[in-house]
């Protein structure tokens, strides 16, 4: 069953903790994103990767980081400096650089405390 | 970076009415215009898509328009149904260092109520 799977599911952490979000996808797929989902924000680009070994930031990095070691794997930590990062994560991939539809995972909600 | 606009943030209709939602962009060269549905708890999943070289695309109940002219694209959606009450994104694929990079809208919050 080929899709793109993230967790947890929810998280909880205290402030000052770093979490990772995992995202892994058996598409095969060469590009992954990740996005931040805000009520009234739509979705923003966090984090994104065309190949293996290689990322860019997006339009709101700061706090966060990435890497992508494998093909199938796009892991988001979210660090101690990420000012407001209570959110709703969403990582999505594609099949390459030109112009396709996103693939979403469920998504992961991070509540700090 | 791509600027995308979305109108309206809220849109309630009646079942058996029609919506339109709005998205207006800034980069000419943008070649790719999807449009994500998210129901309640779920993941975006795409309906529908337009590329730049075409003006219409229809899907049964689903129509895109393009106007690539005025940098505006709309979805309609006739016939409305309460299972179509979800929130809409539009997305725009535009050029980054020699990559396509979606960049998407607020959201459409669509409420049909029967």
């Known amino acids: 069953d080929g899709g793109i799977t993230q967790s947890p599911k929810y998280l909880f952490r205290k402030e000052g903790q770093n979490v990772t979000l995992s995202c892994e996808q058996n598409l095969n797929h060469d590009a992954m994103y990740w996005y931040r989902q805000d009520p009234g924000q739509g979705l923003r680009l966090i984090y994104y990767?065309?190949?293996?070994?290689?990322?860019q930031k997006g339009d709101i990095a700061e706090g966060y980081s990435v890497s992508r070691e494998k093909k199938e794997s796009f892991p988001l930590t979210v660090t101690s400096a990420q000012k407001n990062p209570t959110a709703f994560y969403l990582c999505?991939?594609?099949?390459?650089?030109?112009?396709?539809?996103?693939?979403f995972g469920e998504g992961s909600r991070l509540t700090v405390l | 970076g791509e600027n995308v606009e979305q109108h309206p943030s809220t849109l309630s209709v009646q079942e058996g009415d029609s919506a339109v939602i709005k998205c207006t962009y800034s980069?000419?060269?943008?070649?790719?215009f999807p449009w994500y549905k998210q129901e309640l708890g779920k993941r975006p999943q795409l309906i529908i898509d337009?590329?730049?070289?075409?003006g219409e695309k229809k899907d049964q109940r689903i129509a895109v328009t393009l106007n690539k002219t005025a940098k505006h694209f709309s979805l309609h959606i006739t016939e409305t149904q309460p299972e179509d009450s979800a929130v809409y994104f539009c997305?725009?694929?535009?050029?980054?260092?020699?990559?396509?990079?979606?960049?998407f809208g607020r959201g459409t919050s669509l409420i049909v109520h029967p």
């Open positions: 990767s065309q190949i293996v070994n290689d990322f």
């Open positions: 980069d000419s060269a943008s070649n790719y």
């Open positions: 999505a991939s594609s099949p390459g650089s030109y112009t396709g539809e996103l693939f």
């Open positions: 997305a725009v694929h535009s050029t980054s260092g020699g990559s396509y990079i979606p960049t």
């Open positions: 337009i590329r730049s070289n075409v």
